[in-house]
């Protein structure tokens, strides 16, 4: 028997880890932060595989993707396609500038040593897309032009005139009563989603619900929560922030990779009608099998339903919380998309036995809402006018999805295979060669402006990549030419 090499340690300096899993990320993050601040890790050093760390240090691999993550959100480390993360010749790029975006501030006070570790970094810092045109494929945003402005002036002038002869108060921390009653009757209607109004809690916005929900349900250090990978970053940044380990799980065209689930997985993150950002739906195999995982392994189950108005194909299928019969899934729904951003009106369907609790997790944090915004909206939806709103656009969002999806096949069918989606108000494209795609992605920001890549959603390179084009502010007449133009620029 042949004796073995002793195996070389991953760095040329010492780490100390321990504690929890928490305090062991925060603590390999920070000093591979001060090592390549002090120069021991070097500009254009590569760093070892996450494996091979987590294999001499004695942690999970997850610990050490998300220390990764950190310094590559804060500027410190570049990402590459297939090959190993290396360190930055600048620590403060940010991870935007290197998309060739403008590089972000960091904010003052960031290297405080009194805030929290986890706040010395930008890596939860909120950012929207900037220099954009009016009429581009940007993602997540609906179109402004044909909502009833006037309708929506009116209500809000009753709602004012009618809070003006009421004594002031505290509206409470769930919601108004009218606003509850109006979204159980909608997403009864809309969704087959069965709730009353007292299972709901009115939140501002999904983002809101995601962090309310980060800290009812996670114990810091020890919840592992899984998401879709690539999935959507703000709800990842609210369980990051409340201390959960993340698990990120593959997304195939049938959606979550169910079966690759952990046990020990707690909680399950996922968008099943229209995956954020391949657009592909849960299928109906993975949803049983998804209820059937959180049932037998005492998981909880969040259903991000974000933009489940908006569907141009056959019937869809039934929300998890509608198949759920073990009080399993928490629903969030958000009016961003069905009206417009500003509105920060979102919403969770919370299982009895955790509603009592949320709604004191959210007089917490916030303990009550806009009652005139909250009032003007109960009045929208129960008039109908959400209603006839939605059935009116779904149309012209069908015809734009059917202007992207046939200048996708004349144009670029050489370079793109789009993935089938039949929801929602983005599609997204995969990219025939993937060695092509960072020649690509650059083209996109100039000729495709708003359209993102799918890398951007993950944590870790996809080794399938690929385009996300959104269809909310752009015009089915401007699509072909624009699509036309960028084939034109990848054939040059």
């Known amino acids: 028997m042949t004796s073995q090499e002793p195996v070389s340690p991953p760095f040329a300096f010492p780490l100390?880890?321990?504690?929890?899993?928490?305090?062991?990320?925060?603590?390999?993050?920070?000093?591979?932060?001060?090592?390549?601040?002090?120069?021991?890790?070097?500009?254009?050093?590569?760093?070892?595989?996450?494996?091979?760390?987590?294999?001499?240090?004695?942690?999970?691999?997850?610990?050490?993707?998300?220390?990764?993550?950190?310094?590559?959100?804060?500027?410190?480390?570049?990402?590459?396609?297939?090959?190993?993360?290396?360190?930055?010749?600048?620590?403060?790029?940010?991870?935007?500038?290197?998309?060739?975006?403008?590089?972000?501030?960091?904010?003052?006070?960031?290297?405080?040593?009194?805030?929290?570790?986890?706040?010395?970094?930008?890596?939860?810092?909120?950012?929207?897309?900037?220099?954009?045109?009016?009429?581009?494929?940007?993602?997540?945003?609906?179109?402004?032009?044909?909502?009833?402005?006037?309708?929506?002036?009116?209500?809000?002038?009753?709602?004012?005139?009618?809070?003006?002869?009421?004594?002031?108060?505290?509206?409470?921390?769930?919601?108004?009563?009218?606003?509850?009653?109006?979204?159980?009757?909608?997403?009864?209607?809309?969704?087959?989603?069965?709730?009353?109004a007292d299972d709901i809690v009115v939140t501002s916005g999904a983002q809101q619900a995601f962090d309310l929900l980060a800290r009812l349900l996670v114990t810091p250090g020890k919840t592992r929560v899984a998401f879709e990978e690539p999935g959507y970053p703000p709800v990842r940044a609210a369980m990051a922030a409340a201390g959960a380990q993340l698990v990120s799980i593959p997304v195939d065209d049938e959606g979550l990779c169910v079966d690759r689930l952990p046990p020990d997985v707690k909680v399950v993150s996922v968008t099943p009608s229209h995956q954020s950002p391949t657009g592909v739906a849960l299928s109906m195999r993975r949803r049983i099998a998804l209820l059937d995982f959180a049932r037998t392994h005492g998981a909880v189950v969040l259903e991000d339903d974000y933009d489940g108005e908006f569907r141009f194909g056959n019937r869809p299928l039934d929300a998890l919380q509608t198949l759920d019969r073990d009080a399993l899934v928490f629903y969030i729904g958000t009016f961003s998309k069905s009206l417009f951003p500003a509105l920060r009106k979102g919403f969770v369907v919370a299982p009895a036995w955790a509603r009592d609790a949320l709604v004191t997790v959210k007089h917490c944090t916030d303990s009550h809402g806009d009652a005139i915004a909250q009032a003007t909206l109960a009045a929208f939806i129960r008039d109908g006018h959400l209603a006839r709103h939605v059935r009116r656009m779904?149309?012209?969002?069908?015809?734009?999805?059917?202007?992207?999806?046939?200048?996708?096949?004349?144009?670029?069918?050489?370079?793109?295979?789009?993935?089938?989606?039949?929801?929602g108000l983005h599609l997204a494209a995969r990219i025939r060669e993937p060695a092509h795609a960072d020649a690509i992605y650059a083209k996109a920001r100039v000729h495709v402006p708003g359209a993102m890549p799918a890398g951007e959603y993950s944590r870790e390179p996809l080794p399938q990549p690929a385009l996300t084009f959104g269809y909310g502010v752009i015009d089915a007449d401007e699509i072909g030419p624009a699509l036309q133009r960028f084939a034109r620029a990848l054939a040059g």
């Open 16 to 196: 100390q880890l321990d504690g929890h899993a928490g305090g062991r990320m925060r603590q390999l993050h920070e000093q591979l932060r001060a090592a390549i601040l002090d120069r021991r890790l070097p500009a254009g050093a590569e760093l070892p595989s996450t494996r091979r760390v987590a294999g001499a240090y004695a942690v999970t691999r997850n610990t050490v993707i998300a220390a990764y993550d950190l310094l590559i959100a804060e500027g410190y480390v570049i990402p590459r396609a297939g090959a190993k993360a290396v360190v930055a010749e600048l620590a403060a790029a940010s991870a935007a500038a290197r998309r060739g975006a403008r590089p972000r501030p960091l904010p003052l006070g960031l290297e405080d040593p009194r805030l929290n570790p986890l706040w010395r970094t930008p890596f939860l810092v909120g950012s929207s897309p900037r220099g954009l045109p009016p009429r581009s494929f940007r993602l997540g945003v609906p179109e402004h032009r044909h909502f009833p402005h006037e309708v929506w002036r009116k209500l809000s002038t009753h709602a004012l005139r009618a809070w003006s002869k009421a004594p002031f108060s505290y509206p409470p921390s769930e919601g108004i009563a009218e606003l509850r009653e109006a979204i159980a009757q909608h997403v009864a209607f809309a969704r087959a989603v069965a709730c009353k």
């Open 394 to 423: 779904r149309p012209l969002y069908a015809e734009r999805r059917e202007a992207l999806l046939d200048g996708l096949r004349r144009h670029l069918g050489d370079w793109f295979e789009p993935i089938p989606s039949e929801a």
